[in-house]
Every structure is written in structure tokens, then in C-alpha cells.
């Protein structure tokens, strides 16, 4: 059963336009709250990306983030130039190379979650921790049915 047609469809109203708006809100927010910190929104992607253990390597890096190849290979050279961010040799595969926070990066981290968790929790001003959860379920729901399509 289809949600919506296209006699009504109202793309700033539905789901994917407001999904758009929040997130391009959510990283200027974010953007501001970092740049205390000398961070940009990419930046602390990459840098979360890094320290969660998601993955280990610029073209996974690329492929979590949804971010061009080029763009992100530039966006790590400058935070390996900070000393944030350092490219290791695979010890399982000599040929790969893999991603790691430095010191510093893994110092830098929590002071730019701090900045994410305050934007989210703003942006969530009024809602019940139930609500929230019940809201990640849905977008899980979506993000699902989308990563199905996708591969389908």
C-alpha cells in the first residue's frame, strides 16, 4: 500500500524533504556548536565513524558516510595534518591501509560528542525518551526498507 501520491505529494512536508531539512539544520547546528573546538560537522563524522570501530579504512569511511572518495581522501589528509587522524599498514594485509584516531583524536572525541549529543538533545527539546525511541524505530524502519531497495 503506497503513502503517497503523487495528486498530493507535498515534498517539503513528506518524509524524505523533512529527513533533508533536519539533517542539513542538524550539521550548520552542529557546525557552530564545533568550531570552538576548530571542527567542522565532517570533521566529527569522520572522527565518530573512526571511533566507534564502524570501520577502518578511507573507502568504508566513504561508503558509511555516503561522501565522495575525493572529497573525503582531502577531508582525512587535513585531519591527519591536525593530528587527529593517522593511516596505519593492515598487519593482516601489508597493501591496505587502514584509518585510526591519534591520541589526540581519541582526546578530541568526547569534547565533539559532547557538541552532537547537545545539538541532538535541542533539536529533541519537548519529546519523551519514549517518543524518541519510538522515532529512531521508525527511521530504523525506513533506513531498512531504503538499504533493501537499494540492494534489491
Not at 15 to 36: F, H, I, N, S, T
Not at 92 to 105: H, S
Amino acid at each position: 500500500m503506497a503513502v503517497y501520491e503523487t495528486a498530493n505529494y507535498e515534498p517539503r512536508k513528506a518524509v524524505p524533504g523533512l529527513v533533508a531539512r533536519l539533517r542539513m539544520l542538524w550539521l550548520d547546528e552542529l557546525d557552530a556548536r564545533l568550531a570552538p573546538l576548530d571542527l567542522r560537522a565532517a570533521d566529527y563524522l569522520v572522527l565518530v565513524t573512526l571511533a566507534t570501530g564502524d570501520v577502518e579504512t578511507a573507502s568504508s569511511v566513504c561508503s558509511v558516510l555516503a561522501h565522495d572518495p575525493g572529497a573525503m581522501t582531502r577531508k582525512i589528509d587535513a585531519l591527519e595534518k591536525r593530528g587527529l587522524v593517522r593511516r596505519v599498514r593492515s598487519d593482516e594485509d601489508r597493501r591496505a591501509i587502514k584509518l585510526e584516531l591519534t591520541p589526540e583524536g581519541r582526546k578530541l572525541y568526547p569534547k565533539a560528542l559532547a557538541a552532537a549529543v547537545a545539538t541532538a538533545n535541542e533539536f529533541l527539546e519537548g519529546f519523551t525518551k519514549s517518543e524518541v525511541k519510538s522515532l529512531e524505530s521508525f527511521l530504523q524502519r525506513i533506513l531498512d526498507n531504503a538499504e533493501a531497495t537499494v540492494k534489491g
